[in-house]
């Protein structure tokens, strides 16, 4: 939620509009900044026998609190490769905390603007890595 994509939302509500936006901490300090996950395996089309394979691969920026991704995915006839398809995103995704998620709102001009614990009504708590922001444009 960059500060200008965040105007922009809050732009585009009508007065008393309300913005709720889920934010999902993927990263905190210590964490390593590479990872490697093997997503999916089974049978793509069981008349032929081929089955697909999936992988994600993603590198974290501390500094720039961005995420660059890569994942592929392949189709095998037994052994052999038959097809396969990879894409890139560089960034991918970029990292908010609960303060910096916060401020953007407020700044924007989002009035009682409030993190929420998960998808409940329970006030965030400091640990979450996964939080709801809710705000409210003013009537002016």
Known sequence: MAHTTVRRMYDHL????????????????????DAEVALAAGTAD??????CRCWSRSTYDPTGQTESTQDRC??????????SEEHERSPATLRYTQLQARRLCEEAGFAGVRLNH??????????????VVVGRKPIL
């Not at 009508?14 to 900044?33: H, M, N, R, Y």
């Open 118 to 131: 998960e998808f409940t009504w329970a006030p965030a708590r400091p640990e979450d890595s996964l939080f």
């Open 74 to 83: 392949e189709v095998l006839l037994g052994s052999q490769v038959v097809e």
């Open 14 to 33: 009508q007065p008393c509009g309300v913005l709720v936006a889920s934010i999902t901490e993927f990263w905190k300090a210590g964490d390593s900044v």
């Open 46 to 51: 069981p008349a032929d026998g081929r089955t």
